[in-house]
């Protein structure tokens, strides 16, 4: 019998062997399992446990009780209210799509003319997104007549940073072949970018505006706070004199806007997006004139029911010098206690995502057309999904609040149930996505249905899965900035105290805080995508 040498043998045995991982995903897995325990942890930090939501029950019923029958303003006040809200969000997101496409193409690694003008488009998408919008209302509240205006340029620049970073990346995925011969057959930059690149990802774009528009819509609540009109201004004026039966009834307006424009954003997406290549070119014509007429008389509509004040645009000057950002200053408050507040801002943010995370791992999965064991289970979490991203988490924390008390419990709780409706549905599409030979083959040779789910389905989503985690928690951020301002506790509680006195300066030194801590999750966000790719 022919022997093998000892040195072939121990070759071919390493050239069995599975290749070590490279440092830089071990290195992010360590980070990612850091940050799971963290957010474990943030839940004793900041006194939030499931005790405190159990004992609260009785004080729910009794809530409930005061508050049916509930009690729906007048007709003349509730329908401008409705139209108000409708107009705002969407001249808003329409106003952050426009400005999102210059901005996107400096930010893209292969359209930005140099590496200054991509790092400034970068800079501006992360700034944008850091804001947030009912900072940028409290300011343009000053500037302009109290109304829609103000709503409006603080709902589209704070917009600016998610469509803009979205829209990036699409670009920067695209098939240069289309492009390059443009450039070849001497075409102009303008031209690359409106018949080679625009084409590619007008697609990606449509689908985020639309979402963010659905976004806009529930987060146009806060804006009340400030006295932009709308729902959100009728809402806080009766919780303002404790009046929780107009509060809650249009509360659930608002839920039935969210979920209604859930819808139409989803069918206007399928209708758009689907099945382009299955249809005639005539259809396809067809179609998208249609859709451009749509979409007109939705702008012109929004401009008309928004009643927009045009005219404080001429005079909005006047007020400049009421604002004063410079120098900016924590005073009254140490440093030391604006670091404990952001801390416990990133926490509440962190523990939130934790709980999203687990519930959307289960719910996604089941909403997933290649795990759930049948159609209408399917269906039916589909269904909770939107249900899910219908309750706007102001609401839902206010309710929290006043069952619960003040702190962070009802931050971390309102922050979770949303991200379940936000976090779910991207895993339920990322899941949708995996390639199915795999889960196929597995299933030929008799393996069960967790063991196809845990071996070919998870495994590829896992960067997908991380990515849309971090997203979450870049949003969790700036929302549990937003619950601070209405009592859960962090540096949204500064933030109120500084902006109810006019102390801009102040206000400035929190936002920056703010932004330092959105560039630092977007970096670790940025370089976990890349190592786990």
């Not at 360590?30 to 963290?38: G, I």
């Not at 140099?114 to 850091?130: H, K």
């Not at 989503?461 to 506790?489: K, M, Q």
Request: charge should be positive; aromatic fraction near 8%.
């Amino acid at each position: 019998m022919a022997t093998v040498p000892l040195a072939d043998a121990r070759a071919s045995s390493a050239a069995l062997r599975r290749p070590r991982p490279p440092a830089s995903r071990i290195a992010a897995v360590v980070v990612l399992l850091a940050l799971l325990a963290l957010g474990i942890a943030a839940f004793p930090v900041l006194g939030v446990s499931f005790d405190t939501v159990v004992r609260s029950i009785p004080k729910a019923e009794a809530f409930f009780g005061r508050i049916v029958p509930l009690r729906l303003p007048a007709p003349e006040v509730l329908w401008p209210a409705i139209g108000q809200t409708l107009g705002m969000v969407v001249l808003g997101t329409l106003l952050a799509a426009i400005i999102s496409v210059p901005v996107a193409y400096l930010a893209a690694a292969n359209t930005s003319p140099n590496r200054a003008a991509q790092w400034a488009g970068r800079f501006i998408t992360v700034m944008t997104r850091s804001i947030p919008d009912v900072v940028l209302a409290m300011v343009f509240a000053v500037l302009f007549t109290l109304g829609t205006l103000p709503g409006i340029l603080a709902i589209g620049i704070h917009s600016i940073g998610m469509i803009s970073k979205l829209f990036a990346d699409a670009i920067e995925q695209i098939d240069e072949g289309p492009r390059l011969a443009i450039r070849a057959a001497g075409g102009s930059k303008s031209q690359e970018f409106f018949s080679g690149i625009l084409p590619q990802v007008a697609p990606s774009w449509v689908a985020t505006v639309l979402h963010r528009n659905d976004i806009n819509l529930r987060g146009s609540i806060i804006l009340g706070y400030v006295g932009v009109a709308g729902l959100g201004y009728e809402m806080w004026k009766a919780l303002a004199t404790l009046d929780y039966r107009t509060a809650m009834a249009l509360a659930l307006v608002m839920f039935a806007l969210c979920v209604v424009m859930e819808v139409v954003s989803s069918t206007v997406r399928r209708g758009m997006l689907g099945g382009g290549a299955t249809r005639s070119l005539t259809a396809r014509r067809v179609r998208n004139t249609i859709t451009w007429v749509l979409t007109a008389v939705v702008i012109v509509g929004a401009l008309v029911i928004a009643q927009v004040h045009w005219g404080d645009f001429l005079t909005f000057w006047r007020n400049v010098p009421l604002i004063k950002f410079w120098p900016p200053t924590f005073e009254p408050y140490s440093v030391e206690q604006i670091a404990v507040a952001m801390r416990d801002t990133v926490l509440i943010a962190l523990a939130a995502t934790v709980v999203s995370l687990l519930f959307s791992l289960v719910v996604g999965s089941l909403a997933a057309r290649n795990v759930a064991p049948n159609a209408p289970t399917r269906g039916v979490f589909r269904v909770l999904l939107v249900a899910v991203r219908g309750v706007p988490e102001l609401v839902l924390a206010i309710v929290l609040i006043i069952i619960t008390g003040l702190g962070p419990t009802a931050a971390v709780f309102a922050l979770a149930f949303g991200g379940v409706g936000l976090l779910g549905k991207l895993f339920a599409d990322s899941i949708e996505e995996v390639p199915a030979g795999p889960q196929r083959a597995l299933t030929a040779v008799g393996a069960r249905r967790l063991q196809v789910y845990a071996s070919a389905t998870v495994p590829p989503s896992v960067p997908a899965f991380v990515g849309h985690s971090f997203y979450l928690f870049d949003s969790n951020i700036r929302a549990a900035t937003v619950l601070g301002v209405v009592g859960s506790g962090g540096i949204g509680f500064y933030l109120n105290n500084a902006a109810r006195v006019s102390a801009w300066n102040e206000v400035f030194a929190f936002v920056l805080v703010i932004m330092a801590t959105v560039f630092i999750v977007e970096g670790i966000a940025v370089w976990m995508r890349k190592a786990l790719r």
